[in-house]
């Protein structure tokens, strides 16, 4: 038997309760890892009280932020082998219950963990890293010389996003509250907004590139601070930038939109940034799986610096 956070109905974050399961086993092409620690992400707390529907009805378990040990590799499996440390997005957007003990998972969506980052700090990278890298990178190509605005740049996404962009030579302006300047200073910021007194439109364009984590009323005015023939990068939780691919053409810019994937290659890539000194994860709080709710409650704050993880 092991723990696992289910969910038997859509709600607050008291929905989430902590239950004995069965432990599964790896069965072909399958790897069982124990898990050490599983980030927490806004997707997870838009599932959760149903604004999101990508498990259906519940009962389900969240998660999909994996760093942990290999407990056992089923047959067919010969990358990994007990004892193994890895982290990785399995299944996503499928069900992957990672809010628990134990973890089943493919060797395509796992990569080894490097010395370079904690447990807590590799359950944190996987999907906030996956979704920047695969917005600034691979949809966005950004390249040296070219500038990029990114928004909520303090958190989970945003300060792995502000560190991929420096390492791709871009210069790199971020909204953040003051308080967080500092913070986005040290990890290679070059211009920084505070939001809540300055208008980003005014002060950071033309840009090449916005990556709008926002969405909403934010889309229109990210597409008026690009360059005629920008792009803004939208993400699915921020309403696909809220404004649609038909506006963004009226206004001279194109408009994408990031849906996260698992990549163990894209992993890769990460982890050799981490491995290069260019990338470093940042955790905001640790809290046991038992606190998951809490988890949940800090996150719908909005003001998370960084990641929060959860850990047995």
Do not use: C
Request: net charge negative.
């Amino acid at each position: 038997m092991m723990r696992s956070v289910t969910q038997s109905a859509f709600g607050g974050p008291s929905v989430l309760e902590l239950a004995e399961v069965e432990r599964p086993a790896p069965g072909y092409g399958e790897v069982l890892v124990k898990v050490g620690a599983a980030g927490v992400n806004p997707v997870d707390v838009a599932v959760r009280a149903g604004h999101y529907p990508l498990l259906g009805e519940p009962p389900f378990t969240l998660g999909w932020d994996l760093a942990g040990t290999v407990e056992a590799a089923g047959p067919g499996v010969s990358a990994f082998a007990p004892g193994d440390e890895v982290l990785g997005m399995p299944a996503f957007p499928a069900e992957a219950k990672v809010y628990a003990d134990y973890v089943l998972v493919s060797p395509n969506e796992i990569v080894h963990r490097p010395t370079g980052l904690t447990v807590e700090e590799a359950g944190a990278l996987p999907l906030a890293g996956l979704t920047a890298w695969q917005a600034l990178v691979g949809i966005a190509r950004l390249q040296a010389g070219q500038s990029v605005l990114i928004h909520r740049a303090a958190g989970g996404v945003g300060h792995l996003a502000v560190q991929i962009a420096k390492a791709r030579g871009a210069r790199v302006i971020g909204t953040a509250r003051a308080a967080n300047h500092a913070f986005l200073r040290g990890l290679g910021a070059d211009v920084l907004i505070d939001y809540t007194v300055a208008d980003f439109v005014t002060e950071a364009g033309p840009v090449d590139v916005v990556f709008d984590l926002l969405g909403g009323e934010y889309g229109e005015r990210s597409a008026a601070a690009l360059r005629p023939g920008g792009l803004l990068v939208g993400a699915l939780g921020g309403a696909m930038g809220g404004i649609t691919p038909e506006r963004a053409a009226e206004l001279g810019v194109r408009l994408e939109v990031v849906s996260v994937r698992p990549s163990a290659a894209d992993l890769g890539r990460l982890v050799e940034l981490v491995e290069s000194g260019r990338l470093r994860v940042h955790v905001d709080q640790v809290l046991p799986l038992a606190e998951a709710a809490k988890a949940h409650e800090l996150m719908a704050g909005g003001h998370t610096r960084g990641k929060i993880v959860l850990v047995p």
